[in-house]
Every structure is written in structure tokens, then in C-alpha cells.
């Protein structure tokens, strides 16, 4: 059926269903393990320990500077298995549409996943499909799950935390969700800025496979760099204190944010990595950072402190200390 928009028969499972999965679906994800077509994929066998993840992508607006929803599902669900010290392999991908959904905006988004994923190195090997009536979704829905083995012997986790750990990140915090505010036009504000939505499985196999010591690391996406740090140390024996001054943010977000009453350490990143590393490494894997592409702006911001335990301390320019908490409820505008 040719169609200009997305229509319910697209989600029938008959022939239109079909008709779209091979034509649009299957020429530009196409791979010998998608072609099969079956209810479920073949990709064969692993040598190494699983790693799994799943995540669901809902943005607003779809397309924004930087990126857009397919992009961020392929890198967000790429970067889950990366920061778990893993090499991502193949992906699902499950796309929830509504009907009338233009079918151009489909075919880009389709054509951005398909180019995310050759630049990750990663297959897209089995989906599925579903059309909801009008109003019944937001445009598009995607969900998308991962799998991928373990590159690198070195045990990762919050238990492998020690005090005198330092903190670093790779780059500047909060382009994302700056981007996603201005893309959306709700504030009377003029601001050239893109998202940060990035791959970062090569930056952290490297990493890992060049940098003894390295403790945890995460991407802190939804919650942001605030968010994240707590997840760390909320519950545990250790806190962390990082230095405000320290952190690199763009002067465009700090604009965005002190106006309109915003924490930019709250704010989403969608291709950042937080590492926590032992403090006779922080040297070498801030220098490795700072080489690759995506951590030129790579700083050392903090670092594990034994006392208060389960906390995180912010030190101001003036020398005192704010207990940064995790994110509470919803920072207004929701971005996803």
C-alpha cells in the first residue's frame, strides 16, 4: 500500500504490515540475520560473558539539533552496554507508531538508526511493529534492547568503589537536554546548541583495555550528572564530593539555566560517560580521555571522600559544601 502517512493496516500483521517491515524496515537495517524474518533472531554464537540491556525511547520533539529519537535509541541502548564494560553487538528495536504518522519523518528516522548503528558497529537482527490509533501516542514510541560480551577482565561495579577514587567526565554536562529545550521553542530564548548524542563503546573499550583501575562507570542520561553520583553512593559507607568550578559546562547552558531557574547538574546527557577510577590511574585515564574525540573536554571533578557516607557534596566557588540529592520528582520541562 503507498501511503504517505502511517495507516492502522500498517499494524494489521497482513500484508501492509509486511509490505512495510521489508521496504522500509529491511532496506535499511538490512543483514542476513534480520532477512530470515522469523519471530525471533539467530545471530549465533558468543565468546564471553552476556551482557543484556533493554530501554524505551519517548522525545519531544522527535527531531532537535543533534539528533533525533532514532539516533538517541540506537546510541542510548549502545552506551547502556558500554558503560557495563561491555562490546555491544546486536539490537532489537520495537517501534510503537501512530497512525497518520508521516511516512517521510518515518524513513529519516529509520535512515538515522541505520547509520547510528554502522558507526556503533552494532546490528539492528529483530523488531517489531505496532500502529495505535490518533492520539494514542506521541507520534513514535521506540523501544530497543542490546546485546553485547564483556571486553575486559576488569571487575565493574559500585562495590569495587574505594576512598581517594577519583572522579572524572568525559565532556561537557547537559547539552542534551538544553538542546531538546530550545529545539522545542517553549522559552523565549536563541541558542545554537546540539545534543551530545554519541556512541560511546569504542571511548570506553579503549578505556578499559588500556587503563588499569577503572572502578565504575555510567552514562548519566535522565538525572543527569547529580543523579548519577548518588546512584553511586546512596546506601554505601563512602560519599563523594566534586568542585563545582571543576565541571565543565557550556556557558550556553549555564545561560539557559540561570535565568529560568534550571540545575545544570541535573541536566540529560546523551553521550557522556562518568567514570570513577583509582587515583594512581586518574592521570592516564583522564589523557586517554582527552585523545579521543568525545572527551576532549574530559575533566578529573571530584572524588570519593569517606565521610558523610551516602552523600554527595558539591564545593562551591567560595569553599563550602552543598549536599547535592538526587533528583526529586520532575524537572520541568519534561524532556522525555
Known amino acids: ?45 558468543m565468546d564471553g ?49 501512530e497512525e497518520g ?16 548503528a554502522q558507526e556503533a558497529g552494532v546490528q539492528i537482527v529483530t523488531g517489531d511493529t505496532k500502529v495505535v490509533g490518533r492520539g494514542e501516542a506521541d507520534g513514535l514510541f521506540i523501544n530497543t534492547s542490546g546485546i553485547g560480551v564483556l571486553a575486559s577482565e576488569q571487575p565493574l561495579g559500585i562495590d569495587q568503589i574505594r576512598v581517594g577514587d577519583k572522579v572524572l567526565v568525559s ?6 537536554e538544553a538542546a531538546i529545550i530550545c529545539a522545542r521553542g517553549s522559552f523565549p530564548v536563541e541558542m545554537k546548541i546540539q545534543s551530545d548524542c554519541a556512541a560511546l563503546n569504542y571511548l570506553t573499550t579503549r578505556l578499559l583495555n588500556e587503563v588499569e583501575g577503572i572502578r565504575i562507570m555510567r552514562d548519566p542520561t535522565r538525572g543527569g550528572l547529580a543523579t548519577t553520583l548518588n ?3 546512596d546506601g554505601r559507607e563512602f560519599g563523594i564530593r566534586i568542585a563545582g568550578e571543576c565541571i565543565p559546562v557550556r556557558q550556553e ?4 539555566c540561570e535565568p529560568l531557574g534550571f540545575d545544570p547538574w541535573y541536566f540529560a546527557n546523551e553521550g557522556k560517560v562518568v567514570v570513577i577510577v583509582a587515583r594512581g590511574s586518574a592521570a592516564a585515564a583522564l589523557e586517554l580521555l582527552q585523545s579521543h574525540p568525545l572527551g576532549r573536554a574530559a575533566a578529573e571533578i571530584g572524588e570519593v571522600i569517606g565521610k558523610p557516607p551516602g552523600k554527595v557534596l558539591l564545593r562551591t566557588a567560595i569553599g563550602t559544601d552543598r549536599v547535592l540529592d538526587m533528583l526529586s520528582g520532575t524537572m520541568l520541562p519534561r524532556i522525555c
Open 231 to 233: 546512584e553511586f553512593a
Open 253 to 256: 547552558v549555564l545561560g539557559l
Open 1 to 45: 500500500m503507498k501511503s504517505d502517512t502511517i495507516q492502522l493496516a500498517h499494524g494489521s500483521g497482513g500484508q501492509y504490515t509486511h509490505d512495510l517491515i521489508r521496504s522500509l524496515f529491511g532496506r535499511y537495517f538490512g543483514n542476513p540475520i534480520l532477512e530470515e524474518f522469523g519471530d525471533s533472531a539467530v545471530p549465533g554464537r
Open 101 to 116: 504518522f508521516a511516512m517521510a519523518d518515518l524513513e529519516r528516522i529509520v535512515k538515522s538508526m541505520s547509520r547510528a
Open 171 to 176: 565532556g561537557f554536562i547537559g547539552d542534551h
Open 49 to 97: 560473558q552476556l551482557v543484556f540491556t533493554t530501554d524505551s525511547h519517548v522525545v519531544k520533539p522527535l527531531f532537535y539539533p543533534g539528533g533525533d529519537i532514532g539516533k538517541l535509541a540506537v546510541t542510548g541502548t549502545v552506551n547502556d552496554l558500554a558503560v557495563a564494560g561491555a562490546r555491544p553487538l546486536w539490537l532489537s528495536c520495537a517501534m510503537v507508531i
